[in-house]
């Protein structure tokens, strides 16, 4: 599947803890670029374009990550959160993939044929401390998204996730912290979630290790380039399996 990226607008207002060393803060300071200024970008319209023989220039059957320099339900950005909707429907031959941490707001903007979900959405909510698991996760229980993940990324902390993986969970996802000033992500912590998924049949990924991994009582630093690669080398991965 190939997959493309699709950022509809640029920027943010931190919200958590899980923001103070954001990446796209850290990517606009090296250009003397204020992060927090939210604007729409040239790529607006990016799922529709089409080539000069009217095709969609992204073919069918890809997969958008969506929103990523950003986030999906900001504020800001309800003024154009409706035509991406319209995009979205007018593409439902792709799937679109999209992070929040503002899962509070989900129904800002929603499209009236929204329905139990769009087969082609998958939501993923953002927690990276066991408070933000309790005050997010069972918003997103409740709401009617047909692919639900949760995102711990940056993991800042050891949490559970058991008492929600069999509420509809389909997806999560670990990565610990990036850049010069990243904070410590313990494997342990990684591992525990991984077996919690296991044991709960609910799929799981090791993204990326973070600039900082504490494992076997030594923190190691890991280059940007490695931290997906050791990530995958750790074998943690889990996709779902038929419960017997």
């Known amino acids: 599947m190939k997959q493309y990226s699709w950022n509809p607008w640029h920027?943010?207002?931190?919200k958590s803890e899980g923001c103070l060393n954001c990446y796209v803060y850290r990517h606009d300071a090296r250009y003397n670029q204020d992060a927090s200024r939210i604007?729409?970008?040239?790529?607006f319209?990016?799922?529709?374009?089409?080539?000069?023989?009217?095709?969609?220039?992204?073919p069918s059957?890809?997969?958008?990550?969506?929103?990523?320099t950003s986030d999906f339900f900001l504020e800001t950005a309800d003024q154009w959160r409706k035509e991406v909707w319209d995009m979205i429907r007018e593409r439902r031959d792709c799937r679109f993939s999209f992070l929040t941490k503002r899962i509070e707001r989900f129904y800002k903007e929603l499209p009236h044929d929204w329905g139990n979900g769009w087969e082609n959405v998958e939501i993923g909510c953002s927690c990276e401390n066991q408070k933000r698991v309790d005050e997010r996760i069972p918003i997103l229980l409740q709401l009617p998204i047909k692919t639900k993940q949760i995102i711990c990324a940056p993991l800042l902390e050891e949490?559970?996730?058991e008492k929600y993986l069999d509420l509809g969970i389909d997806l999560v996802v670990v990565s610990g912290e990036s850049g010069n000033e990243a904070r410590v992500c313990d494997f342990n912590w990684v591992k525990k979630l991984q077996e919690e998924c296991v044991k709960h049949n609910v799929c799981f990924v090791y993204r990326q290790t973070g600039a900082r991994l504490l494992k076997d009582g030594k923190i190691y630093r890991i280059k940007?380039?490695?931290?997906?690669?050791?990530?995958?080398?750790?074998?943690l991965d889990y996709q779902h399996q038929s419960l017997i």
């Open 61 to 68: 059957g890809a997969l958008i990550a969506t929103c990523f």
């Open 39 to 43: 604007y729409q970008t040239q790529n």
């Open 224 to 235: 940007t380039e490695e931290q997906s690669t050791q990530a995958k080398k750790a074998h």
């Open 45 to 58: 319209k990016m799922p529709i374009q089409r080539n000069q023989n009217k095709e969609y220039k992204i």
């Open 159 to 161: 949490i559970s996730l």
């Open 11 to 14: 920027g943010c207002y931190k």
